[in-house]
């Protein structure tokens, strides 16, 4: 017995090794795709471009009237660059989290999507000259007297966007509760259903949203300049110097600036677009409020992992025991109810089983507050998986009821036991030990599909890899990291399992 | 003490009792014998109401059972009832149906605390008084699957009379044993009988009916083809299907 343990240990062990070096294979060959891209683009006629239209207005995004149109500044000055350099732009759709990754990967040549110049990207890419001088501006509650310069953010709650110079710029504040989101439009509507206290963003986003909603408010000056460059690979510095000349261009004929007041972002700001390169260098080298790049060392990302593997373990937890609480009743509703609570937990099975975990965390979070629900992140979390959850388990426990033999319920009721007293102490015990392996099973899925719940704001394992790795450009071995967490959490979770299965096994 | 009168039961459209009418004294002791399929089992469960008849009455010490189809049936006093004779007639099932998850001193002790309310201390001691009876004071805590056929359906049979019952029904209580089990199975019953205890039992084996009961009924397709004391059923059988049964078994 002992024997066989050791042979599928390393067996397991051997497999993971295989997959690792399979990884690292396949990261490093593509690196290595193209020679000259400026080459390979004249030639072929086409720029490929990557940028995430999830990421919004003003930048890039889909045109409400037609959708299936890109609309946005960037557009307007992807496409004059493209026909500067006399070829067509091909779209290349990217999450904006790993945009940079996929650019060294060789999946698309150039990225251009409100990239901020930093010290730490530009160990992994290569920039272009600034196109745009952002800055972050802070947005209130028109109601909210409070708020009225950075200084005032210490104590609140402020949302922004992940990876962004703002939230670094918040989390340097130290006192600040920062709540952090993918999508553009989701914390100024958190920020007016008071969830949040305010809203830090580059300017044009602030500009963008809450500048024509009449319950938000802009205040301030906006703080903290940085600047917009274009992304290519480290190595293309003719494609660089080219996209250089071009952004010279458009910059001094006033095409640039036409641009952007066409989409109501020209500032006197952008004035300094027109300061000596040198200068430019100079004043990137030490980007205001960005702290130099962060050295991939254990106790600067460990802590940041495991306070994410913390709220992951709290929420799968807590979701657990409502999924357990609610499907038991559920099962007895669908086994032992009328007609009616039969038809209810029927269709809530059906309704929870039968659409997608992320639209109901959605409804929940964002969705709720239209009929006057309003609902904190956490607790839209747990009900999200809580309720999802309860629609799968209370299958197994129907399942598991309905395998007890008839004769246990007619002993128990020949021995004068009344129908509740014969669920509860003879029936659900045994029915229990049936449902074991597929409640662990249930219990593992919904551990991993908590990282769902980073939609709604909340910040947990997954998306504190996902953080961590875009800022580090480290998804590697951050991610194997991640791996062993998840799994350091999930298999004593089976071990356990399996014991109990085994202890209340003893008596057959 | 138990008297069934004109019972009328079908399962879905196969009729089973025809008007069917018996008679238990206090002490008697009642052998149900006939084929497989001739309905022993159905009536036993009529009595403490694990199956529902059409027509009818089941009267235990006062205590009616009506049939669904008659104008007395009414759902509430019904389980009301069959609680009531549920508590005065203990049953053993062909199958044990001990549970599973619970020792065997457990199986015997969760009725009297769950359902009488004595305490459990009280349970135990009555469980390990009766345990002794069955002889298998040793096996209190073993749990039903490390036990024998045998030794699982004389607990089954101690965990009915736990709950002091005034009559016992054996449902087949010998059938899905191995032949060498049956005699330890059989000794118990006969030890209860010989106390007194109102018994009616469906039973294959032939030998035990004739010693062991007052009344014999041979049991045909739901109806009773012949009744009569032991003495006459076994030696002396008037009907001539009785006398094929019997001369099948009696070998």
Not at chain 1, 142 to 157: E, Q
Not at chain 1, 191 to 196: A, F, G, M, P, Q
Not at chain 1, 417 to 423: E, V
Not at chain 2, 192 to 200: I, N, R, Y
């Amino acid at each position: 017995m002992k024997h066989m343990n050791r042979k599928h240990f390393i067996i397991r062990t051997v497999s993971i090794l295989q997959i690792c070096f399979f990884m690292m294979y396949f990261f490093m060959t593509d690196t290595f795709a193209y020679q000259d891209t400026l080459e390979k683009i004249k030639s072929s006629g086409v720029l490929t471009w990557g940028f995430d239209a999830d990421g919004g207005a003003p930048y890039v995004f889909h045109d409400p009237k037609h959708p299936s149109k890109l609309i946005g500044f960037e557009v307007d000055i992807v496409e004059a660059i493209a026909r500067e350099l006399g070829v067509k732009v091909q779209n290349f759709q990217n999450e904006w989290d790993s945009i940079l990754l996929s650019l060294q990967r060789g999946d698309f040549d150039i990225a251009l999507n409100g990239i901020e110049i930093t010290s730490d990207r530009e160990q992994s890419v290569l920039f272009t000259r600034p196109y745009f001088v952002y800055a972050e501006q802070i947005v209130v509650r028109d109601s909210d007297n409070r708020i009225h310069r950075l200084d005032d953010l210490h104590g609140k709650k402020v949302g922004t966007l992940y990876n962004t110079v703002a939230k670094r710029m918040l989390e340097e504040m130290g006192d600040v509760a920062v709540s952090t989101y993918s999508g553009q439009v989701e914390p100024f509507k958190d920020l007016s259903l008071n969830r949040i206290d305010a809203v830090l963003v580059d300017l044009p986003i602030a500009f963008y949203y809450a500048a024509p909603n009449p319950q938000l408010r802009m205040v301030g000056e906006p703080v903290g300049e940085g600047y917009y460059g274009i992304a290519v690979r480290k190595e293309e510095t003719a494609l660089a110097e080219e996209l250089n000349i071009i952004i010279e261009k458009i910059l001094r004929s006033g095409e640039l600036k036409k641009i952007y007041e066409r989409w109501g972002v020209w500032n006197t700001s952008q004035e300094k677009l027109f300061l000596h390169e040198g200068l430019l260098q100079k004043y990137t080298e030490s980007p205001p409020s960005i702290s130099e790049k962060v050295p991939l060392r254990v106790t600067t990302f460990l802590p940041t992992l495991l306070k994410g593997a913390l709220v992951t373990v709290g929420i799968s937890i807590l979701s657990m025991m409502l999924a357990v609480v609610l499907g038991l009743i559920l099962a007895i509703m669908r086994l032992y109810g009328n007609k009616w609570l039969q038809r209810v937990s029927t269709a809530y099975i059906e309704f929870y089983r039968g659409t997608p975990l992320l639209i109901q965390l959605y409804i929940l979070y964002y969705g709720l507050p239209n009929i006057g629900i309003t609902l904190s992140a956490f607790i839209a979390a747990i009900l999200g998986l809580g309720m999802n959850y309860a629609a799968y388990e209370s299958e197994i426990y129907r399942a598991g009821i309905q395998a007890i033999p008839k004769g246990q319920t007619e002993a128990a009721l020949s021995l004068c036991m009344s129908g509740r007293l014969i669920l509860r102490r003879i029936i659900l015990p045994q029915a229990f030990r049936i449902a074991i392996p597929p409640m662990t099973n249930d219990f593992i899925a919904l551990f991993k599909d908590s990282s769902l719940v980073s939609v709604i704001a909340m910040v947990e394992l997954t998306k504190s890899y996902s953080m961590l790795a875009a800022a580090s450009m480290n998804f590697f071995q951050l991610g194997i990291i991640t791996a062993l967490l998840y799994f350091g959490m999930s298999y004593p979770l089976s071990i356990y399992a399996r014991r109990l299965e085994r202890k209340l096994k003893s008596y057959d | 003490m138990i008297e069934i009168s004109n019972l009328f039961k079908q399962h879905g459209q196969q009729p089973l009792f025809n008007g069917l009418n018996l008679e238990l004294e206090k002490g008697s002791v009642v052998a149900v014998i006939g084929p497989s399929g001739s309905g022993k089992s159905t009536l036993l469960r009529c009595i403490n109401g694990l199956e529902y008849f059409q027509k009818g009455c089941i009267s235990v010490d006062g205590q009616k059972l009506y049939g669904v189809n008659e104008q007395s049936y009414n759902k509430a006093d019904e389980d009301c009832t069959v609680k009531k004779i549920r508590r005065r007639i203990g049953m053993v099932f062909q199958q044990f149906n001990l549970f599973p998850h619970m020792t065997v001193l457990n199986n015997i002790t969760e009725a009297p605390v769950c359902v009488m309310g004595i305490s459990r201390a009280e349970a135990e001691a009555v469980a390990i008084s009766l345990l002794q009876k069955v002889h298998l004071e040793e096996k209190a805590q073993s749990y039903p699957a490390q036990l024998s056929g045998g030794e699982q359906q004389r607990v089954a049979i101690a965990r009915a009379l736990a709950m002091k019952p005034e009559a016992m029904l054996f449902d087949e209580p010998t059938s899905s044993l191995d032949p060498e089990m049956i005699e330890e199975v059989l000794l118990v019953v006969k030890d209860l009988v010989s106390e007194g205890m109102t018994t009616m039992i469906a039973t294959h084996e032939m030998g035990f009916a004739r010693d062991v009961s007052t009344h014999v009924i041979f049991l045909e397709k739901g109806n009773i083809v012949e009744r009569g004391s032991p003495k006459k059923i076994f030696s002396n059988p008037k009907n001539k299907r009785t006398k094929m049964f019997l001369s099948r078994f009696m070998k």
